[in-house]
């Protein structure tokens, strides 16, 4: 079973290296990172290069394909090459999936058109310009194709798409090989639940990005 | 502020980038993934690997050093280059931390001789060994040093951290940004949640690692 991970200069490193995690420990997964070219791919803010083994070119098949999100991917739903390669990919897979605004890629091919969907709280209305329902979740499935909500929550989804792969043992063991029995120290993750002075801080861009 | 996440051949990812997503995050925080040189660091499966911008040795100090864990480590407590350097710069710190096994690390170095520590749940009896107690919890603070359980524990240590650092409605706003509002499909995170038989096949080695 291959699992590809596209790689793009201002990718989000956590969208892709938290389903990767689950998934390397799927039996008889082989997870391959791929980028323009072979080597570097340098992550949004830049601290952190994750390598691409190899080009997206080489790659035209693959039985579980997962886009990662970033704020590149604003600039990149306008990229023919790498949404053609995506729909020429979507075309081979057993699933298509999506971490944050890798969303907005999925949607740029058109492949969201009519469905619900999730992405990054944030990028909710540029999601729906693509034709998709904006979804509230933190994974939505339609068929063969998966969205997961911002950031974190590419290791909900890939533990729900690792059962549908490999039965629900496996998936239940490899939410305890990696010890996740989540305790955020706090209860501000989503736009419901985060305190109004938080929710402002963020949109007043009081984080650096 | 400065904030060291030391890579070697054999780390698991997650423990890195989990950490690395919240505090690059932090308001004067810049992150730097350090290597034994420049270049390129395989994780343990090898399907991925991180960059390492900078050489250890080109490090003398940091405001905050995070040591990944990984299966390596088992093999790296003997490493006297790479434990003697966590405890000059541990020396300069003003949090020393670790995720999942990178815990065992930090014991090499004597520093968690009579404190409570975690780790990993299938190695508190190698922290023990060094002279920790370990606590089944998911985060322990203990003076300036920092504990995670296993993998995915990084996020919460991190975010924890990041209130001590910058304050709780940066932090918050961190949980926001990142969309941490986790929702596991499974209750299987910890030994004392998962079935026994999905204990049974971890322990039997029915994932690859």
Known sequence: MRIVIPLYEGFTALDAVGPYEVFRLVPGAEVVFAGPEPGPVRDAPGHLALVADVALSAIDSCDVLLVPGGPATRRLV????????????????????SVCTGALLLGATGMLQ?????????????????????????VVFQGKIVTAAG????????????????????????QLAIEYDPRPPFDSGSLTKAPQKVKDFVESGGLRR
């Open 114 to 138: 009519g469905l619900r969907a999730t992405t990054h709280w944030a990028a909710a209305d540029v999601l729906e310009g693509f034709g998709a329902s904006y979804t509230a979740e933190r």
């Open 151 to 174: 950031v974190s929550s590419g290791i909900d989804m890939a533990l729900a798409l690792a059962e549908r792969l490999a039965g629900r043992t496996v998936a239940e063991a490899i």
């Open 78 to 97: 306008h990229d023919d090459a790498l949404t053609g390669w995506i729909r020429r990919v979507h075309a081979t897979t057993a699933w298509t999936t």
